[in-house]
């Protein structure tokens, strides 16, 4: 077990180089979540105060959103269309590339009770309706719901989720799970501390506290770790992981 663990440490080595991003620790304290676009941007989110801050590859702060209700920050990939999610608040919202709210979209009056949300586009969303124990394609352009699947298994404890090729993939406290509409169960894989889940063209990439995990299909992949990492992200140039409130980017050589 030791010699693993002397090859794995040799193998990042070798693979990765790395990179501190000059961002100030202060800035980086109570991160609760951390997000890294295709641009090089840095984004931070922290619970304690609501905060959502954009700073560029150089650690300039870009822009600041100060937030009324906790939201799930979705993807910052694309950042011209940021989506959010508020349980609490029964809504999605879609930022700009300076943090200016472009919709809103208020669930409350067309729903039951709205747990999570996958924005697929500026038109589609899918949704988990907990009332209901149903996942829903909702066209919000048109206000009008698609498709609705009935749904056996509990929405209790799910993190994240997200709908591709007609397969539904779920992280649950410690619990990756994969799904098809009949809500047959097609995978199911123990994760340790699994934070969020998103996709890259047709891969799927599962964020642990210290890990980032990759599934084909088949099976999963350890794609990056870092033993003392609090949170960790990717983007198009590497992988982002923030320890000891310093943030650093692992580039693939």
Avoid at 27 to 38: I, N, S, T, V, Y
Avoid at 41 to 51: G, H, P, R, T, V
Avoid at 155 to 162: C, M, N
Wanted: proline share 2%.
């Amino acid at each position: 077990m030791k010699l693993i663990k002397i090859i794995l440490f040799f193998s990042c080595t070798i693979l990765f180089s790395q990179k501190k991003i000059d961002i100030d620790s202060l800035q980086l304290k109570d991160a609760k979540e951390l997000f890294g676009d295709d641009y090089g941007n840095i984004y931070i989110y922290k619970a304690k105060d609501l905060s959502f801050t954009k700073f560029d590859p150089e650690g300039r702060q870009l822009g600041k959103l100060m937030m009324t209700f906790p939201y799930k920050v979705q993807s910052v990939n694309n950042p011209l269309n940021i989506v959010m999610f508020s349980e609490n608040a029964q809504e999605i919202k879609f930022f700009d590339q300076n943090l200016n709210e472009i919709q809103k979209i208020s669930l409350s009056d067309t729903f039951g009770y709205i747990s999570a949300v996958y924005a697929e586009d500026l038109q589609f969303a899918w949704m988990i309706d907990d009332s209901n124990k149903t996942l829903l394609q909702f066209n919000f352009r048109s206000n009008s719901v698609i498709s609705s699947f009935p749904f056996g298994t509990s929405f209790q404890y799910i993190k994240d989720f997200l709908v591709y090729d007609n397969k539904i993939y779920i992280l649950k406290e410690n619990t990756f799970e994969v799904y098809n509409t009949k809500a047959d169960l097609l995978y199911s894989a123990v994760i340790n501390n699994v934070k969020k889940i998103r996709r890259s063209n047709d891969k799927i990439y599962i964020f642990s506290d210290k890990k980032i995990t990759q599934f084909d299909g088949k099976s999963l992949t350890e794609t990056f770790r870092h033993p003392d990492a609090k949170i960790v992200d990717k983007n198009t140039s590497g992988f982002l992981a923030l320890i000891k409130d310093k943030l650093y980017l692992y580039n693939l050589k």
